[in-house]
């Protein structure tokens, strides 16, 4: 096949004008229409003129596109390519969950089928990506498990006696989870430019040890930026499921031909305006649930952290009073020696006091004994000059 031009795939174009005048004309389609943001208002006259394609990875219409009961072999082609492996859908189950203790909440799933195998499979598409993914996969794997273990020991119970068999844990099957990520969350988009990520048990021993639970995330987002060969069948699946882009869809359909059955399907929702509304509503209100469910994680998240933030803060302050406590009890005895430093200096001023005043006292009877001295030294030399001038010698 070789298309050149987007119409060939999408049909005539339509001019905008005409588009907003068909949704005029219905009241119930024109309060849809009222409804969405300009965004995805763009989203929607652009498909209806037939310049883009829809966003598959909205809930509604993937469920349109992939719907098992009218068209399993385009789900056991994309699920195959994922897994490596040819697979054939035996049914498809009801969406059903067991209730869980997050107050009544329960384990919504998207499309789950069983295998010819046995095996059950789940289809999982996450337009935001959650915060935890490996904690919701688990419980995703964990309803699936349970339900088939449930079963299968129902079906033991009520198995005639002749005919019944013991049930046997290794009678159970794989259950596989596939979360298709338009956004990927953290941990994924930090290992870019890998996009396929699958789970695999290991033992430290060594040991080989089966496991029921098979987990398969895709990064859409991831896959888009770095891929531009369309060379492999899921390469094919994964670019039907990302783009929007009319080149990049006439490359696909030239590289795999059987994709434009889709695409025709696709194109034929252009004349009814009101479906395709309210599958745009229905898929925002999803993402607006998603997003709220996104954003009670994200602020459990904050929580956590804070509540972390703030016992290190604790034990930071506990331990500045330790070592406060210890410097105040160092100050307390440095005070104390203070104290008694300045008690010692104060009886020692004293006792100096004592002294300079002692001294003071000698110091003056020093020098009255030399004027003593001084007045009988004069005495004395007008004694022996009397004594000479009446003729006596002093020898």
């Not at 888009?224 to 499921?241: G, M, P, Y």
């Amino acid at each position: 096949m070789n298309i050149k031009d987007f119409s060939e795939i999408m049909g005539n174009p339509v001019p905008e004008k005409e588009i907003l005048k068909r949704i005029s004309n219905n009241p119930e389609t024109l309060q849809l229409y009222k409804d969405l943001n300009d965004d995805v208002r763009r989203q929607v006259l652009n498909f209806f003129m037939g310049t883009e394609s829809v966003p598959i990875t909205y809930d509604p219409f993937f469920k349109k596109i992939f719907n098992p009961n009218e068209h399993p072999e385009r789900l056991e082609s994309l699920i195959g390519s994922l897994l490596g492996q040819e697979v054939h859908i035996l049914e498809v189950l009801k969406q059903e969950g067991n209730q869980l203790t997050d107050k009544g909440s329960f384990v919504v799933m998207d499309i789950v089928i069983q295998l010819s195998s046995g095996a059950i499979v789940n289809i999982e598409m996450q337009k935001v990506g959650y915060a935890f993914p490996g904690e919701r996969a688990d419980c995703y794997v964990s309803d699936l498990i349970m339900r088939e273990f449930n079963k299968l020991s129902i079906e033991s119970k009520n198995t005639p006696e002749k005919a019944k068999k013991p049930f046997r844990y290794k009678d159970m099957k794989p259950v596989f989870l596939i979360v298709l990520m338009e956004n990927s969350s953290e941990p994924f988009s930090k290992v870019a430019p890998e996009y396929i990520h699958t789970k695999q048990t290991y033992y430290s021993s060594g040991a080989k040890v089966p496991s029921l639970s098979n987990i398969v995330y895709v990064s859409l987002d991831t896959f888009e930026n770095i891929t531009h060969n369309i060379d492999s069948k899921s390469s094919a699946w994964l670019t039907f499921l990302s783009t929007k882009k009319p080149e990049r869809i006439i490359q696909l359909i030239n590289a795999y031909p059987e994709f434009m059955e889709l695409y025709t399907e696709i194109s034929r929702f252009r004349t009814d305006e009101r479906e395709v509304l309210s599958m745009f509503s229905e898929a925002l209100k999803m993402m607006d649930h998603n997003t709220e469910l996104y954003m009670i994680d994200e602020m459990k998240k904050e929580c956590e952290l804070k509540k972390l933030e703030l016992e290190k803060v604790q034990v930071e302050y506990i331990n500045t009073q330790i070592k406060l406590g210890s410097t105040l009890e160092e100050l307390e005895n440095t005070q104390n020696e203070l104290s008694n430093a300045q008690k010692e200096l104060g009886n020692t001023q004293k006792e100096l006091g004592n002294t300079q005043k002692e001294l003071g006292n000698t110091q003056k009877e020093l020098s009255e004994t030399k004027e003593r001295l001084n007045s009988t030294e004069q005495d004395l030399k007008k004694v022996i000059e009397i004594l000479k001038k009446n003729g006596i010698s002093i020898s």
